[in-house]
């Protein structure tokens, strides 16, 4: 949040920035929300507008929050109708649209366009504007991942080993992050609760997983940094 809340006060109310690759272009900003108050005004007094505010209190959102919300069109009532409580409750609002100049680019404090242009079958929005609108937030999601340090290297090592298969992943995860033996992947892995970057920490160190643990709670969860840091005492 305080990366987009940077980008958001950088930003100017009358700029736009535009990444134009073989297909697509990306605009991030838009239009003042002033120039299309009015559009929004009449669509947030809609029924669907009213159930989306209702829908998104019941989540709680605050200043902690980012939403997101997302429509082809940019103009979808429910979905300006969450926008607008979500301003309200201090959460920071990115929204993504297909449709150049739309009100929910314009009103939300981050705004991006897709600008996929027309879809091949008419009003067929789930072709390329669903497309580009996945792998938008397959990007956010991902970067995410890694920022929150749920990555080392290019392995998802931060999940919770619930069931069997993941029990599985978390022990090849472990073998291919350190180049231990099964066995002491395994071994290791019991030890902390199967708690795959603990045991990262505990292979690669020599240490117990007690001591890895303070190293990563130490590192704010970064493997990484647990892993250059002082050891700390016994």
Same mark, same amino acid.
């Given at each position: 949040a305080a990366a987009w809340n940077g980008c958001c006060h950088a930003r100017s109310s009358v700029t736009t920035t535009t990444i134009t690759t073989t297909s697509t272009t990306l605009t991030i900003g838009g239009m003042t929300?002033?120039?299309?108050?009015? $559009?929004?005004? +009449? +669509?947030? /007094?809609?029924?669907?507008? #009213?159930?989306?505010?209702?829908?998104?209190? $019941?989540?709680? &959102?605050?200043? =902690?929050? #980012?939403?997101?919300?997302?429509?082809? *069109?940019?103009?979808? &009532?429910?979905?300006?109708?969450?926008?607008?409580?979500? $301003?309200?409750?201090?959460?920071?609002?990115?929204?993504?649209? /297909? =449709? &150049?100049?739309? &009100?929910?680019?314009?009103?939300?404090?981050?705004?991006?366009?897709?600008?996929?242009?027309?879809?091949?079958? *008419?009003? *067929?929005?789930?072709?390329?504007?669903?497309?580009?609108? !996945?792998?938008?937030?397959?990007?956010?999601? *991902?970067?995410?991942? #890694? +920022?929150?340090? !749920?990555?080392?290297? /290019?392995?998802?090592?931060?999940? +919770?080993?619930?069931?069997a298969k993941l029990i599985a992943r978390a022990e090849r995860l472990t073998v291919l992050a350190t180049g231990c033996t099964p066995e002491r992947a395994r071994e290791v892995l019991a030890q902390c609760g199967w708690h795959v970057k603990v045991a990262i920490v505990a292979v690669e160190r020599g240490i117990d997983v007690a001591r890895a643990e303070r190293l990563l709670a130490d590192a704010a969860g970064d493997t990484w940094a647990a892993l250059a840091a002082p050891l700390p005492s016994v």
């Open positions: 929300c002033a120039s299309c108050a009015a $559009r929004i005004a +009449r +669509r947030l /007094n809609s029924i669907d507008g #009213v159930e989306a505010a209702e829908d998104l209190h $019941r989540l709680g &959102p605050g200043e =902690n929050d #980012v939403v997101i919300c997302l429509a082809a *069109s940019g103009s979808t &009532p429910y979905v300006l109708g969450a926008l607008q409580h979500a $301003r309200a409750s201090g959460a920071l609002t990115i929204g993504i649209a /297909n =449709n &150049p100049g739309s &009100p929910l680019a314009a009103y939300a404090e981050i705004g991006i366009t897709l600008d996929t242009g027309a879809e091949v079958i *008419s009003g *067929s929005t789930r072709l390329k504007a669903g497309t580009a609108q !996945k792998i938008a937030l397959n990007t956010l999601s *991902s970067a995410l991942m #890694v +920022r929150l340090h !749920k990555v080392f290297g /290019n392995l998802m090592v931060d999940l +919770r080993a619930t069931n």
